[in-house]
């Protein structure tokens, strides 16, 4: 059974065929066109990989904003398991586990004898050098950031140093 012939075997095959008759400027001529065609073929590419990436964060915008709207979603808290030994930070529709030493912790951290500026950058750091799982939970973009704000603030609400 003989392969059928395409359009684009088709077109190679002529082109072949004419390529010996054609004099230098026709082949230059050629080749600066196919180069021309090929750029092209790539910005069109390039520009449906933009529009696929736009497109996805414009659904990912949306599904946030969907969350946002709920405000049981949006509700920052702390939740210790019955035994003690664990304590789950909810946010959204998530979760991320503390020990019980994780959270004495971070009860020390945000209770030492500092201003608010530097507490909530000991506890960035802490999370970004021990606990970097729980930006993935609390999307918290630096020291300054709101959520940080409030995490700290639910800890020192929740929890007590004892002497």
Do not use: C
């Not at 696929?52 to 949006?74: F, G, H, I, M």
């Not at 920052?76 to 004495?104: P, Q």
């Amino acid at each position: 059974m003989a392969k059928k012939e395409t359009v684009k075997d088709s077109l190679t095959k002529e082109l072949k065929d004419l390529i010996p008759k054609l004099d230098s400027e026709g082949l230059a001529f050629l080749v600066e066109q196919a180069r021309i065609h090929l750029y092209n073929m790539q910005v069109v590419e390039l520009n449906k990989a933009a529009e696929a990436a736009n497109t996805a964060t414009r659904r990912k915008n949306k599904l946030s904003v969907e969350q946002d709207d709920n405000p049981q979603n949006n509700t920052l808290r702390i939740e210790g398991t019955a035994s003690g030994s664990s304590y789950y930070i909810f946010f959204r529709n998530g979760s991320v586990m503390f020990s019980k030493d994780e959270m004495v912790g971070l009860v020390k951290l945000v209770n030492a004898d500092r201003d608010d500026l530097e507490i909530r950058e000991a506890l960035y750091n802490w999370l970004e050098n021990e606990r970097r799982d729980i930006f993935a939970l609390l999307p918290i973009q630096d020291k300054f950031d709101q959520l940080l704000k409030d995490l700290v603030k639910l800890i020192k609400q929740n929890f007590k140093l004892r002497n």
